[in-house]
Nanobody, 117 residues
Framework: EVQLVESGGGLVQPGGSLRLSCAGS????????MAWVRQAPGKGPEWVSS????????MYADSVKGRFTISRDNAKNTVYLQMNSLKPEDTAVYYC??????????WGQGTQVTVSS
């Protein structure tokens, strides 16, 4: 069974940091590109960041560039999102996505991030 399980969300004050993790199982993690997508209340999904299968070429939305860092550890089948200098507008459910043009794509169940004082 394919699974993507996010963790690390929570409540943090503005300016704080969180590190999200997404652990994959049931598929060949190392051949998939990975991404983080978020959805704020009442809004559509927003792509946040992605990284290709070998950990090169990280990409970021302008809204998080310079504050968030994506990384992956293929030996642990895990992708991370380090989030620094968090803002209230970063409040959202954060979803992990695994994508391959030839093999399909998978989604996690999401983890809530709330930035509030």
């Amino acid at each position: 069974e394919v699974q993507l399980v996010e963790s690390g969300g929570g409540l943090v004050q503005p300016g704080g940091s969180l590190r999200l993790s997404c652990a994959g199982s049931g598929f060949t993690f190392g051949v998939y590109d990975m991404a983080w997508v978020r959805q704020a209340p009442g809004k559509g999904p927003e792509w946040v960041s992605s990284i290709n299968n070998d950990g090169n070429s990280p990409m970021y939305a302008d809204s998080v560039k310079g504050r968030f860092t994506i990384s992956r550890d293929n030996a642990k089948n895990t992708v991370y999102l380090q989030m620094n200098s968090l803002k209230p507008e970063d409040t959202a459910v954060y979803y992990c996505n695994a994508a391959s043009l030839s093999l399909g794509n998978y989604w996690g169940q999401g983890t809530q991030v709330t930035v509030s004082s």
